[in-house]
C-alpha cells in the first residue's frame, strides 16, 4: 500500500507576528515556519499504518526554510520517498497548493492520501478536501484513526460533543487527519543526522501556481487593545453587591 | 511487570553491556559488589522496579532488556549520589543510567514533556520553547548596558554564558539582572554571547540526548571561537559542567568557573560595596553539579556568610550528601511522569529539611532551583513563610544595586 502524506508549513507563532508594510500580509522578514500540527500526526498516521501493515511512506511538501530538516526527520521516522516542491510559493494560497499537490499524486497514483484536517492559516479552505475535489476522491475529515482493508479503509471521524462516526470509505481516498492514533512520535537527533547523510528528497519544479479560486485580503488587523475590563474590589460580599448593580444597571437583571 | 530469568532479547544485554566499556570508567561496573549503597542513597530508589544496584545485577543477569522495558530509569535525576557514595567508583550516573536513558529514546520509549523539551532544543536552541529572538531580552534596563558580543565584536575579560533558565525563565531574569549589576559595580569587563547562545545541552545529555548535546555544542564552540576572551562564567552549573567536562571531550577548551568561585576570587573587593544588612538565618542548598560532581561547597557558604546579617545554618543533607532539587538529568521536563510514580517532589522534600533548621531563607546557586523551591514552599504546609533567594539576589539586595 501506498501512502501519501503532502504537507506543508505555517508561521510558528513562537514568534510576534507582524504585518507587512503593505498592511495585507505578514511580514516575513521574522517569520518563522513550523509544521502544521495536523500534519504532523497526518505523517505518524501514516508511519503507524507503515508499521501495522507494510506498505510506502511518501512525504510532500513545498519549498521553505526548514523543509529538508522537516522531511529528514521523517524519513528517520520511517517514511521512504522525500518530495519537495520548488518553485515561487510567496503568493501561494491552498488552492494553488492543493492544484500542485494534485498534479504530482495523479503521477505517483497512491492507494491513501493523508493530511492535517486544516491549518491556523488557513484562509481559502483547508488543502485536503481541495485536493480530494481536483483527483476525484473521496474525502473525509476530522478522522482520529483509521484501519485499511482491501480496498477499503474503516475512519473514525470525529464529531462535535465526543461523537464518534465510523465509516467505510473506497480507496483511493483524501482523509483530514484531526490526530493520529498516537502522538507523534520522538525521533533521537543522531538518527536524524544519519538519514541525512543517506536519504533523498526528490525535488519537483512547479512552474506556474494556478491561485484561482482563493482569497484576495484586503486588510490585515493587530488585535486591538482595549482597556475595557473593571476590576471590582472588596469583600465577597461586597463585590456581588457590586456585580448584582452592574446587572441591573445593563439590564441583565 | 514480574521479573523472569528468560531475557526478551539475549544479545541486548551483552551489546549493552560492552558499550558502557567504551565510556570513561565504564568497564569499572564489573566490580560491583552488589552492595546496594547506590540504590539506598539515591532519593527515588525506593520508588524504582530497577534502582541501580539492581539495574546491575539484571546486565549480569542478561535481563537487561526487562529494566529497559520497565520505565523507572526516567525517574533518575542524574544526581550523581549513586555514583558519589559507590565504593568501587562505578560512574553509575554518567556511563549506567545515562547509556541507559539513550537505549530508551533511541526506540522511541520517551515521556512526552521531555520529548517536547527535546523537539524545543533542536528546534529553538533552547528547553522552554522560546524565540532564540528574546534570549536577550532580560537585558532591557540595565546600565551600563549588557554587552553583547554578536553587535560589539569587543575583546572582553569575561564571557558570561547565560545559559536557558537564566535567560528566559520570569522568575530567573531578576536574579541574571542582579548578576549584571554585581558584575557592573565591580566593574568587570565582560560580555554574553546574546541571541546566539545555544542551550548548553547538559540536561538533554544527561537524558539521553547525546546526539543533540553535541549538536548545541558544536554550535556554542562556534560561538566561543569567533571571540575574544579569556575565560567563561555561567551561574548554571549545569552550563558549567557541561563547558568544563563534557565540551572538551569535543575539542571545545575553554577555562570557565561558576560566578560563586568568580565572585569568591573578588570577595574583599565585594565586602565593602555589601552595605545593607540582610537579617535572616539561611540554610544553603548545594546544587548537584556545582557541588557534589565539580566540588565547589566552600565558595557559595563564604559568599553567603560575608553578607552582613546573614546566620548561616546547614541542611540536614549537605555537600557531598546533598539532596538534589528534582530538576537534573531531565527531572526538569519530567514533573508529571514522576509525580504519577512518587505522589512526591524531591524539591518538597528538601524544603521540609529547611523548615527543620529553622531557616527564613533557602539559598541556592542553580537556575532550576528558585521555580522548583518556590513552588514547593507553596505546597507544604506552613513553609509559606521559607524564602527562595538565589545568592546574586542575596548580594544584589545588600549592594543596593
Known amino acids: ?253 | 511487570m514480574e521479573i523472569t530469568l528468560s531475557p526478551l532479547s539475549p544479545s541486548f544485554s551483552k551489546t549493552f553491556f560492552s558499550s558502557l566499556y567504551e565510556l570513561k570508567d565504564g568497564e569499572r561496573i564489573r566490580t560491583c559488589l552488589q552492595c546496594g549503597t547506590c540504590s539506598g542513597v539515591c532519593p527515588f530508589g525506593y520508588i524504582m522496579k530497577f534502582p541501580p544496584g539492581k539495574m546491575i545485577g539484571a546486565l549480569r543477569a542478561e535481563i537487561f532488556d526487562q529494566v529497559i522495558k520497565a520505565d523507572s530509569v526516567w525517574m533518575c535525576i542524574s544526581c550523581n549520589a549513586c555514583a558519589a557514595f559507590c565504593p568501587s567508583n562505578i560512574p553509575i550516573t554518567a556511563a549506567l543510567m545515562t547509556r541507559a536513558k539513550e537505549e530508551m529514546l533511541l526506540a522511541g520509549n520517551i515521556p512526552a514533556e521531555l520529548q517536547a523539551a527535546m523537539e524545543n532544543t533542536q528546534r529553538y536552541g533552547n528547553p522552554l520553547g522560546e524565540s532564540p529572538r528574546k534570549r536577550a531580552d532580560w537585558t532591557a534596563g540595565i546600565h551600563p548596558e549588557v554587552n553583547i558580543l554578536s553587535k560589539t565584536r569587543q575583546p572582553v575579560d569575561v564571557l558570561w554564558f547565560v545559559g536557558d533558565y537564566a535567560s528566559y525563565h520570569s522568575r530567573m531574569q531578576p536574579v541574571t539582572k542582579a548578576f549584571a549589576k554585581i558584575l557592573n559595580a565591580l566593574g568587570v569587563k565582560f560580555g554574553i554571547l546574546g541571541t546566539e547562545e545555544f542551550s548548553d545541552g547538559d540536561s538533554q545529555r544527561l537524558a539521553g540526548e547525546r546526539g543533540l548535546f553535541e549538536m548545541v555544542a558544536q554550535k556554542n564552540g562556534q560561538l566561543f571561537k569567533k571571540y575574544k576572551f579569556n575565560e567563561i562564567i555561567t551561574t548554571d552549573p549545569h552550563a558549567f559542567n557541561a563547558i568544563k567536562n563534557e565540551y572538551p571531550l569535543l575539542g571545545i577548551k575553554y577555562p570557565v568557573r561558576h560566578y560563586t568561585q568568580f565572585l569568591f576570587e573578588r570577595l574583599e573587593q565585594l565586602k565593602p560595596l555589601m552595605k545593607k544588612e540582610v537579617k535572616a538565618k539561611v540554610a544553603y542548598h548545594d546544587p548537584c553539579y556545582l557541588g557534589r560532581v565539580n566540588g565547589v561547597f566552600d565558595e557559595p557558604r563564604a559568599l553567603l556568610a560575608a553578607i552582613p546579617g546573614i546566620e548561616l545554618v546547614e541542611l540536614s543533607h549537605q555537600r557531598m550528601n546533598s539532596l538534589c532539587c528534582g530538576g537534573g538529568g531531565g527531572g526538569m521536563w519530567l514533573d508529571g511522569f514522576q509525580w504519577e510514580k512518587a505522589h512526591t517532589r524531591l524539591s518538597e522534600w528538601r524544603v521540609r529539611e529547611a523548615m527543620a533548621v529553622h531557616a527564613d531563607i533557602l539559598a541556592v546557586a542553580c537556575p532550576y532551583e528558585p521555580p522548583r523551591f518556590e513552588d514547593a514552599t507553596k505546597t507544604i504546609e506552613g513553609a509559606g513563610q521559607l524564602k527562595v533567594r538565589e545568592i546574586a539576589e542575596l548580594i544584589a539586595e545588600s549592594m543596593e544595586v
Not at chain 1, 502524506?5 to 513562537?14: I, R, S
Not at chain 1, 482569497?215 to 482595549?226: D, G, H, K, L, N
Not at chain 1, 471590582?232 to 439590564?251: T, Y
Open chain 1, 1 to 253: 500500500m501506498k501512502i501519501a502524506v503532502p504537507v506543508k508549513f505555517v508561521p510558528d507563532l513562537v514568534e510576534e507576528l507582524t504585518i507587512d508594510s503593505g498592511g495585507t500580509a505578514l511580514d516575513t522578514s521574522w517569520l518563522r515556519l513550523i509544521i502544521n500540527e495536523f500534519d504532523d500526526h497526518a505523517v505518524e498516521q501514516a508511519i503507524l499504518l507503515k508499521e501495522r501493515g507494510g506498505g510506502q511512506v511518501i512525504v510532500a511538501m513545498s519549498e521553505a526554510e526548514g523543509a529538508d530538516d522537516f522531511l529528514f526527520a521523517s524519513a528517520a521516522k520511517g517514511a521512504d520517498q522525500l518530495i519537495k516542491l520548488t518553485g515561487d510559493f510567496s503568493a501561494s494560497n491552498n488552492h494553488a497548493l492543493a492544484r500542485a499537490y494534485a498534479d504530482l499524486l495523479k503521477e505517483l497514483q497512491p492507494d491513501l492520501i493523508l493530511t492535517g484536517v486544516q491549518a491556523h492559516n488557513d484562509l481559502d479552505g483547508s488543502v485536503g478536501p481541495l485536493l480530494a475535489e481536483y483527483l476525484g476522491m473521496p474525502y473525509v475529515g476530522y478522522v482520529s484513526g483509521l484501519t485499511v482493508a482491501g480496498d477499503k479503509v474503516t475512519v473514525r471521524k470525529e464529531y462535535a460533543g465526543g461523537l464518534i462516526a465510523e465509516m467505510e470509505v473506497n480507496l483511493p481516498a483524501v482523509l483530514g487527519i484531526q490526530a493520529a492514533e498516537q502522538p507523534p512520535r520522538y525521533v533521537a537527533y543522531s538518527k536524524i543526522r544519519q538519514v541525512m547523510g543517506t536519504a533523498k528528497i526528490e525535488e519537483r519544479v512547479v512552474a506556474d501556481l494556478d491561485l484561482s479560486g482563493g482569497i484576495t485580503v484586503s486588510r490585515m488587523f493587530q488585535p486591538e487593545v482595549a482597556e475595557r475590563a473593571t476590576m471590582i474590589e472588596g469583600s465577597p460580599e461586597e463585590v456581588a453587591d457590586k456585580i448584582i448593580g452592574i446587572l441591573k444597571e445593563l439590564g441583565t437583571l
